[in-house]
């Protein structure tokens, strides 16, 4: 698979990920937040790529009855299969990640409380059309150390979310790892690593702005724009 | 998307779905031998394309310490975009069907009993690599009334599943409206309409046939046999 860069061919390549996978509860003070118990290993699920929103594609749509949560989240994109991953060989899985983008996974929160009462999958509450604004691509080179850069998430220009990935539970390795044990990652898959604290509730006319700080710098082709 | 008919194309292009959608207790019998509730409406959750596994390809593969069990299912073959079908639109539900499968929809039973209980993703129980046995692709005309089919499994020979599906509680165009509410289905895309009565554990060497019979004839391209 070959992903060109920052043109509009990368941005089509997203959209043909065969999975979306998404690692709840990778950061202790958003498992705080939402009363909910600290996983012993990485967990996760499936959000379809239909949920997908490019920059440019239009607006979040809140469905019916539904109340809609922003979870900024850093998006690995693979660059090659990994298959049962151990997660203490840290160059293959730093290997395997071809490039990042910036994420929102927007949950129907009211949805996903329903399902957990229920012990009902999440998949509908994590998969309406539009639940997965992405930024454009980003370059490997602009992000030396995946573990050490910031995620901010702005609702009307007030700051709900801005924290550090080296506040995850689970690291690259151990996610990479662990997902690979169960489904075999493919080229152009795109793995979202969790979301800090400070996830909220968005109504329609809100304008949601994300992005990355690296080293206090903010990544250009990381932001994320969207109503 | 071309499908090519029976041709290796055709096989191939199953495991390039943008995502497997699969129903949740949709067979009264079977809702009863799990003590699950019965649903208002269909609920589904989603299987990795990963998991698909193709005639020829192996065995199923039983995860460490997995209690597996196999849940025989009638698989739709998606051939055009449906996005909010109205279900009262049966002639577009059914235009919208491309060809059919046979499935068997393995699940990790008892991690998928831990993740109720604690209301955490299915998606883990139900996506491991080689959980998606499929038959080769059914022609539509081969099946003139996919709700008046019969579904069978055998375990060595055994039968443990064998229902019509005429005792499906929603049906295609409901199960199609639904899901098409949540997420756009794209061409190529697959849906499993749920199991019947019947599911039950497998250990390695056991061997699997399921099937379709129509109007009591057994239809060849429908048959799985899989250790
Ligand atoms: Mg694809
Ligand atoms: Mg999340
Ligand atoms: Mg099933």
Request: aromatic content about 6%; some cysteine; hydrophobic content about 40%.
């Amino acid at each position: 698979m070959v992903l060109l860069r920052r043109g509009i061919a990368t941005m089509a390549s997203l959209k043909k990920a065969s999975k979306v996978v998404c690692i709840g509860r990778n950061y202790a003070d958003h498992i705080a937040e939402l009363n909910s118990a600290r996983p012993k290993q990485p967990f996760f699920f499936l959000k379809p790529p239909s949920s997908i929103l490019l920059p440019g594609d239009g607006p979040v749509i809140q469905p019916k009855g539904v109340n809609l949560h922003y979870e900024v989240e850093l998006a690995l994109v693979i660059g090659k299969q990994i298959k049962n991953l151990d997660e203490s060989d840290e160059k293959t899985a730093f290997d395997s990640v071809e490039s990042y983008a910036l994420s929102i996974d927007m949950t129907a929160r009211n949805v996903q409380n329903e399902a957990k009462k229920k012990g009902l999958p999440w998949d509908i509450s994590k998969g309406f059309d539009t639940f997965l604004p992405l930024s454009r691509i980003i370059e490997k080179s602009a992000i030396p150390d995946p573990h050490n850069i910031e995620l901010y998430l702005t609702v009307n220009n007030e700051v709900h979310q801005n924290d550090s990935t080296e506040l995850m539970l689970f690291r690259i390795p151990r996610i990479l790892g662990d997902i690979s044990k169960v489904m075999t990652l493919e080229a152009g898959d795109i793995v979202l690593t969790g979301t800090p604290k400070g996830v909220g509730p968005v109504v329609p006319g809100d304008v949601m702005r994300a992005g990355i700080k690296v080293g206090g710098k903010e990544l250009e082709e990381a932001r994320i724009e969207v109503a």
